[in-house]
């Protein structure tokens, strides 16, 4: 039997078929990898096939899967309604270069689902979204200041990557112009006299943008309360407000996070599910806002007055048809209410792995989603007299947990048979099954005692 420290060794020479596929990727693929989340030592996963809430990859290894396609797979892998739509529009053609029916009964759908979706744009990703989300708002606005809320992640192009992970005064990435930077004004979120304070200072501020869930998917819990108060803030100062719903949207309700916490924003940007897993995004908001994407065929106003929006694969035809598929499977409500369900009984499986070894942390997250925060300041571990005072909603300690323990944590659950989304947390489907929860369970459990034993997290 493997011990503690020899199990990355273990795991990595079981990877036949892997290891030769990363020797391959490592000569032809910028960075070795296709998404930074992806790299991973000893190796990358390479997936060959996925079935509901399991896939399995190149050397045969099977995951429960929490990952869920980064969020995307709400029917969970190879869904049939999925599948049969993408085949029954496959032999008409893949790609026009024109709109098509299939387009405008996605957006139909897109329209009757979502609270605020008075007009829908699509674009092909959760970026692309953001992106369009705050050209649309500067433009209608006429200003060019956008607010945004330390921790939360609106995709990787230059207006927002900076500000998502600590420290969030830090360059997000080489490469982007330092003059980008001054069209930003970032602060903490969940403190609506600071929000008022500063858009009353920064009369440029055309727009603000946050994840409704709270930062990155829920990692750091958002109040309610907040995000009402914010949309009355905005209101009042003329703020386009934007909610980033690339995950929330379709997971939290039907209708998304705006839905079930019941407060309408300007716009929303949505991908993932959107598509039923396939590129596919949109951003939706109302009328009058949209309205800045209208051509007239007047040559001055379509050159000079209106907003540039082009994409060779917009709402493409297998997009749209696995987007139809999947938005008809969502307005019955129980793709939502079966992963909501499956999720609580992870969220106390977990909980009482935690529990049985005593140890500084806790299992959290909104609806089909999941997160575990470990307590690591030895100080509040020392005066702590159960887990429940380990409970945060500070961005610093939620999204700055050490680096060794989040890639120990990761490595360890996936020798065990685990993959989740990122951090330490994941995401579920309406496919996982109590025997995907029990098993996910034990590999939890072996990874919380090797964790221990390696001193990188501690009990009570």
């Known amino acids: 039997m493997s011990t503690v420290s020899d199990a990355p060794a273990v795991y990595a020479a079981n990877c036949v078929n892997s290891t030769a596929w ?5 000569r032809v693929l910028a960075g070795k990898v296709g998404h930074d989340l992806r790299y991973a030592e000893p190796l990358p996963m390479y997936i060959e096939r996925g079935k509901g809430g399991r896939k399995w990859d190149v050397d045969g290894k099977e995951f429960v899967d ?6 995307a797979l709400l029917l969970g892998h190879a869904a049939p309604e999925i599948l049969e739509a993408i085949a029954a529009v496959m032999g008409r053609g893949t790609h026009f270069g024109n709109d098509h029916p299939l387009q405008i009964e996605w957006a139909e759908l897109v329209q009757r689902l979502v609270p605020s979706a008075e007009r829908v744009r699509f674009v092909n ?21 956008l ?28 490469g982007v112009p330092g003059s980008v930077r001054g069209n930003i004004v970032a602060i903490p979120d969940g403190d609506l006299q600071l929000v008022e304070d500063t858009l009353a200072s920064h009369v440029e ?18 109040d309610p309360d907040f995000l009402r108060g ?13 909610f980033d719903e690339v995950v929330t949207g379709f997971r ?50 379509d050159r000079f007055e209106r907003v540039t929006h082009l994409g060779t694969f917009n709402a493409s035809p297998l997009a749209a048809a696995a987007g139809v598929a999947l938005l008809k499977q969502v307005a019955t409500g129980e793709p939502t209410e079966k992963a909501n369900a499956i999720t609580r009984k992870l969220h106390v499986a977990w909980e009482n792995v935690l529990e049985k070894h005593g140890i500084a942390g806790y299992v959290y997250g909104p609806c089909s989603t999941f997160h575990v ?23 610093k300690r939620l999204k700055g947990m050490p680096a060794q323990l989040i890639k120990e944590y990761q490595r360890r659950l996936r020798y065990h048979g685990v993959d989740n989304m990122s951090s330490t947390g994941g995401a579920l489907c309406s496919a996982h099954t109590e025997r995907d929860i029990e098993d996910a369970t034990e590999a939890f459990e072996k990874t919380v005692v090797a964790l221990r034993e390696q001193g990188l997290i501690h009990t009570l």
């Open 22 to 26: 990363f020797e391959r990727a490592s």
């Open 66 to 71: 929490f990952l869920m396609g980064n969020g």
């Open 125 to 145: 990703s959760g970026s692309e979204a953001t992106l369009l989300a705050i050209r649309v708002a500067r433009a209608f606005t006429r200003r060019t200041k």
């Open 147 to 174: 607010l945004r809320f330390e921790g939360h992640f609106h995709g990787w192009h230059d207006d927002v990557v900076h500000g998502f992970q600590p420290p969030f005064d830090a360059d997000g990435s080489l």
């Open 205 to 222: 501020i055309g727009a603000a943008i946050l994840e409704p869930s709270g930062a990155s998917w829920g990692r750091v819990p958002i």
């Open 230 to 242: 914010l949309r009355d803030i905005c209101t009042r100062h003329g703020v386009v407000l934007i």
């Open 252 to 301: 939290f309700s039907p209708g998304g996070a705006q839905e079930l916490y019941n407060v309408l924003p300007d716009l929303s940007c949505f991908a993932k599910i959107l598509a039923g897993a396939m590129p596919g995004g949109a951003v939706v908001g109302r009328a009058d806002v949209m309205k800045v994407l209208d051509q007239t065929g007047d040559p001055r106003h």
């Open 373 to 395: 925060y470990f307590e690591t300041d030895q100080s509040r571990i020392r005066d702590a007299t159960s887990r429940q005072d380990f409970y945060t909603t500070d961005v």
